[in-house]
Structure formats: structure tokens, C-alpha cells
């Protein structure tokens, strides 16, 4: 959770003023990163992965 914190705040402090802050490309950077669900220390996903799923519930 930290790397994802320090990953968001740095693309966030690169752009000179707000409006050239690149939304976009972050939430790109951080689809795709694991973290822990549970206690269990193989209990990991991913933001896609939560999506996915909750795709396929609604269809």
C-alpha cells in the first residue's frame, strides 16, 4: 500500500499545474498492482481483477 501511495504521489507532483496531471495514465500505472486481501499471504488481487469480476456479476 505504501509503493501505491509514493507511485500516485509522485506522478501527481511531476505535472506543473493541476490541469496537466494525467488521470488517465495513473490509474493505468496502479490497475495492475497487487495487494493483499486477506490474511492469508496468497489471499492477493488486483484492481482488474476486482472489476472483472464485478463485471461479470452484473451480466
Request: hydrophobic share 35%; glycine share 4%.
Amino acid at each position: 500500500m505504501n509503493q501505491m501511495r509514493y507511485e500516485i504521489e509522485f506522478q501527481l507532483a511531476l505535472p506543473e499545474t493541476i490541469e496537466d496531471i494525467d488521470l488517465a495514465r495513473i490509474e493505468d500505472l496502479q490497475f495492475e498492482n497487487t495487494f493483499r486481501t486477506g490474511s492469508k499471504t496468497r489471499d492477493i488481487t488486483t484492481p482488474g481483477r476486482i472489476l472483472r469480476e464485478l463485471m461479470s456479476k452484473q451480466s
